[in-house]
């Protein structure tokens, strides 16, 4: 059983930064992909960024160009850098692994809030 363990959230002012870890009890290479989720209270949960075993990147449009994901295979990490935080972005951010043989990520974390005030 795989374990997701993020850390790294925090209250920041609009406009502030925040990154984001996720480490992982085994190794990340081994997965289609990683990802950065968020749910909002009242919403649904979103996928904000992702990262697959061979490098490709997506990001949702709400987050492009001020949100970077990255990993670290050797530390089976990956970062979410958030910049230019707005209070929009304020969730509980889930990082989430999925198994080369699924179609959805399948390993959550618990999660950390991420709370951005105007």
């Known amino acids: 059983q795989v374990q997701l363990v993020e850390s790294g959230g925090g209250l920041v002012q609009a406009g502030g930064s925040l990154r984001l870890s996720c480490a992982a009890s085994?190794?990340?290479?081994?997965?289609?992909?990683m990802g950065w989720h968020r749910q909002a209270p009242g919403k649904q949960r979103e996928l904000v960024a992702s990262?697959?075993?061979?490098?490709?990147?997506n990001y949702a449009d709400s987050v492009a160009g001020r949100f970077t994901i990255s990993s670290d295979n050797a530390k089976n990490t990956v970062y979410l850098q958030m910049n230019g935080l707005k209070p929009e972005d304020t969730a509980v951010y889930y990082c989430?692994?999925?198994?080369?043989?699924?179609?959805?990520?399948?390993?959550w974390g618990q999660g950390t809030q991420v709370t951005v005030s105007s």
């Open positions: 990262i697959s075993n061979d490098g490709h990147i």
């Open positions: 989430a692994a999925k198994s080369i043989e699924y179609l959805t990520y399948n390993y």
């Open positions: 085994g190794s990340i290479f081994s997965f289609a992909a």
